[in-house]
């Protein structure tokens, strides 16, 4: 099971990240575990330069944006 972090406090573009996240593992047919991360000490930690931010399996992969459903399906299958 992938382990994806979203990070960021809880806005629209959080919720808009965790939602095509969620929408690349299911339609690949990842099982994957989303955990919703809102605490600055515990998203700084990722050296995040803006939020959202997204983690796969600990690894920052992306921040400040929202990235399309096929890069984070390249990012979840790598």
Avoid: H
């Avoid at 809880?10 to 809102?38: M, P, Y």
């Avoid at 605490?39 to 920052?60: C, F, H, N, Q, R």
């Avoid at 929202?66 to 984070?72: D, G, M, N, V």
Wanted: with cysteine.
């Amino acid at each position: 099971m992938k382990t994806v972090k979203i990070l960021g406090s809880g806005c629209a573009n959080c919720r808009k990240l965790e939602a095509v996240a969620r929408e690349a593992a299911t339609s690949a047919g990842i099982d994957a575990e989303f955990v919703k991360v809102t605490d600055m000490k515990a998203i700084m930690a990722y050296d995040l330069i803006s939020t959202p931010g997204l983690v796969i399996e600990e690894k920052l992969v992306s921040s400040g944006r929202i990235p399309t459903q096929a890069e984070i399906l390249q990012w979840m299958q790598a």
